[in-house]
């Protein structure tokens, strides 16, 4: 009769549950490698996600149709743009092209009054401050009425919006371009006909259009409000502000420059 090991059967043992204890914590828990792999296929997905859209906005063809006009049609806008007409009687084709063409032809005017006013800029601010001034007007203040009708419940696409403003800056421009012709220094009636002729009609025209979704008449009332000052003000400040602004950059640039060139003077040379 063979004697029994039960010394050798419970080391056995042993060795098995520690090695079942020692196992990776999916084997002991499932229902957390399941989570895992969902969470890592919800990232992966995301991720591609985010790199499509990326990819889809930074191609050029994307933008291409809004620039993609015809000349006369711009030119039927931009006549257009003078002329309020009730909101459903406005049909709004948004792009890119006249507005930018616009923005541009505005840079131009801002530094030929510049010029013509005998207003000397030293330290190359003029371009850029002319530059970033107009595009940003462009961009903040349709900003601003995107965001003032979508909380006044009369919501319109950014696009629209942009472009509508961007036409409206054809009076502006035909503002500046008089005054630096025509216009004295010393006496602003001529300024304020040419703003009543012109910039009131078409920012009026850009209001209509901005209320067009609404269905309150007081916020109508108030979108009306807010583009014909958020125009006129943009104006007013290009024909009294501007060069104000433009000058103090001027000096702000030309102190800073002097003090690096003193603090270069003082260095001792190697």
Excluded at 54 to 65: A, E, K
Excluded at 125 to 152: N, R, V
Aim: aromatic letters at 10%; charged letters at 15%; hydrophobic letters at 45%.
């Amino acid at each position: 009769m063979e004697p029994t090991y039960y010394g050798q059967e419970t080391e056995n043992t042993r060795q098995r549950s520690n090695s079942n204890a020692g196992g990776s914590p999916d084997e002991q828990n499932p229902q957390f490698g399941m989570q895992a792999q969902l969470g890592k296929m919800m990232w992966e997905a995301g991720s591609k996600q985010v790199q499509d859209t990326f990819q889809s906005y930074g191609r050029i063809d994307l933008f291409r149709p809004y620039f993609d006009v015809d000349p006369a049609e711009v030119r039927t806008r931009l006549i257009r743009s003078f002329i309020p007409r009730k909101p459903s009687q406005i049909q709004v084709s948004p792009d890119l092209y006249g507005p930018t063409m616009l923005v541009l032809t505005m840079v131009a005017l801002l530094l030929y009054n510049m010029k013509t006013s005998g207003i000397v800029i030293q330290n190359g601010t003029l371009m850029g401050t002319a530059m970033f001034t107009c595009f940003g007007s462009w961009m903040l203040i349709s900003g601003a009425l995107w965001i003032a009708c979508f909380l006044l419940a009369a919501e319109q696409p950014f696009l629209t919006i942009l472009s509508s403003f961007g036409y409206s800056l054809t009076s502006q421009c035909l503002v500046l371009l008089l005054t630096s012709l025509f216009h004295s220094s010393h006496d602003h009636l001529f300024f304020f006909v040419l703003l009543a002729s012109f910039c009131v009609p078409s920012a009026l025209r850009m209001g209509l259009i901005v209320c067009n979704q609404s269905r309150l008449p007081a916020n109508r009332l108030l979108l009306i409000g807010i583009a014909i000052a958020a125009h006129l003000l943009l104006i007013i400040y290009l024909h009294f502000g501007f060069h104000v602004v433009l000058e103090e950059l001027d000096e702000m640039v030309g102190d800073a420059i002097v003090d690096v060139n003193a603090i270069k003077e003082t260095l001792p040379v190697a």
